[in-house]
């Protein structure tokens, strides 16, 4: 089980090479981001050969699956996404399913469960995993149509497929439906990515609701190998040194349970030494 950082919600600012070389100076090894296409993918390739950075997840291009009108134009977006993929090394693509259409629900299960089915050949062909992921619609996704975990693991099933998965979201799950360690660990099997961040807020994980350092260790005892991406907002973080600072202190809090530091996200306040990423056991 390893560690990956969101570089679009944790690290502000738009120059992505000089966010990969901060996060290898904390000894982070992954990062994922959300859109590639507004991106120069070159620059990116050429700061991952200079740090020794993995690409651990990047997203499609946000097209509707519950639309089966959509499908033609959904998987010329994802053949985009899988070129760019195989250009920067990525095995994890994550796709949103869309909002709800207003047509029955059934019908847009369908859609999704027949629109990813559609996906499999590429994904059979170049070892990459397309991960589904269910979002909150009472906070931050209004509209969205997958929310339930259940109905997630439900489409897994139904794809059949080992790289067609589910992205588990803590963040979200914990605010739609709660029971996360339970859900995880019966479903472990079925999940190809995590995102995890406090709550409420969507802050640090080490200022949650959520005892992220347990949650974690149930992960890795379950078998996961895989990453869990942080995609969190740093609360009071204007620049990158300010959010590498307060990231050290939340990976710090996670491996040591260390008490609540004053003055995050301030620069000069407190200073950790290197976290390595990995599992916290």
Same mark, same amino acid.
């Given at each position: 089980?390893?560690?990956? %950082? *969101?570089?679009?919600? %944790? =690290?502000?600012?738009?120059?992505?090479?000089?966010?990969?070389?901060? +996060? &290898?100076?904390?000894? /982070?090894? $992954?990062?994922?981001?959300?859109?590639?296409?507004?991106?120069?993918?070159?620059?990116?390739?050429?700061?991952?050969?200079?740090?020794?950075?993995?690409? $651990?997840?990047?997203?499609?291009?946000? #097209?509707?699956?519950?639309?089966?009108?959509?499908?033609?134009?959904?998987?010329?977006?994802?053949?985009?996404?899988?070129?760019?993929?195989?250009?920067?090394?990525?095995?994890?693509?994550?796709?949103?399913?869309?909002?709800?259409?207003?047509?029955?629900?059934?019908?847009?299960?369908?859609?999704?469960?027949?629109?990813?089915?559609?996906? +499999?050949?590429? =994904? @059979?062909?170049?070892?990459?995993?397309?991960?589904?992921?269910?979002?909150?619609? +009472?906070?931050?996704?209004?509209?969205?149509?997958?929310?339930?975990?259940? @109905?997630?693991?439900?489409?897994?099933?139904? %794809?059949?497929?080992?790289?067609?998965?589910?992205? !588990?979201?803590?963040?979200? &799950?914990? #605010?739609?439906?709660?029971?996360? #360690?339970?859900?995880?660990?019966?479903? #472990?099997?079925?999940?190809?990515?995590?995102?995890?961040?406090?709550?409420?807020?969507?802050?640090?994980?080490? @200022?949650?609701?959520?005892?992220?350092?347990?949650?974690?260790?149930?992960?890795?005892?379950?078998? !996961?190998?895989?990453? /869990?991406?942080?995609? !969190?907002?740093?609360?009071? *973080?204007?620049?990158?040194?300010? $959010? *590498?600072?307060?990231?050290?202190?939340?990976? $710090?809090?996670?491996?040591?349970?260390?008490?609540?530091?004053?003055?995050?996200?301030?620069?000069?306040?407190?200073?950790?030494?290197?976290?390595?990423?990995?599992?916290?056991?």
């Amino acid at each position: 089980m390893n560690i990956s %950082v *969101c570089i679009d919600a %944790v =690290l502000p600012g738009n120059d992505e090479a000089q966010k990969l070389h901060d +996060l &290898q100076s904390i000894g /982070i090894s $992954a990062f994922e981001f959300w859109a590639w296409w507004d991106k120069d993918l070159v620059t990116i390739k050429k700061a991952m050969d200079d740090t020794g950075l993995s690409l $651990a997840a990047m997203c499609t291009r946000f #097209i509707s699956l519950t639309n089966p009108a959509r499908r033609t134009e959904y998987l010329e977006g994802f053949q985009d996404s899988i070129a760019a993929a195989h250009k920067l090394g990525c095995k994890t693509l994550i796709s949103q399913v869309g909002d709800d259409t207003g047509a029955d629900r059934n019908i847009q299960h369908t859609s999704i469960v027949d629109g990813l089915k559609a996906c +499999l050949p590429s =994904l @059979e062909k170049t070892d990459i995993t397309l991960v589904i992921e269910p979002l909150n619609t +009472l906070i931050d996704h209004k509209g969205y149509y997958l929310w339930q975990s259940s @109905e997630g693991f439900d489409i897994i099933r139904k %794809v059949n497929s080992p790289n067609v998965r589910l992205l !588990y979201d803590m963040y979200h &799950q914990q #605010i739609m439906e709660g029971n996360i #360690i339970n859900t995880i660990t019966a479903n #472990i099997n079925l999940i190809g990515h995590f995102h995890a961040a406090g709550l409420p807020g969507r802050g640090a994980l080490d @200022e949650s609701e959520l005892d992220y350092r347990y949650i974690f260790n149930a992960i890795y005892k379950a078998g !996961y190998t895989k990453y /869990i991406g942080l995609e !969190y907002f740093p609360a009071g *973080c204007v620049t990158r040194h300010e $959010a *590498c600072e307060d990231l050290k202190i939340s990976l $710090a809090a996670l491996e040591h349970r260390l008490p609540a530091v004053n003055g995050r996200g301030s620069p000069g306040k407190t200073s950790i030494i290197n976290v390595p990423s990995g599992s916290f056991q």
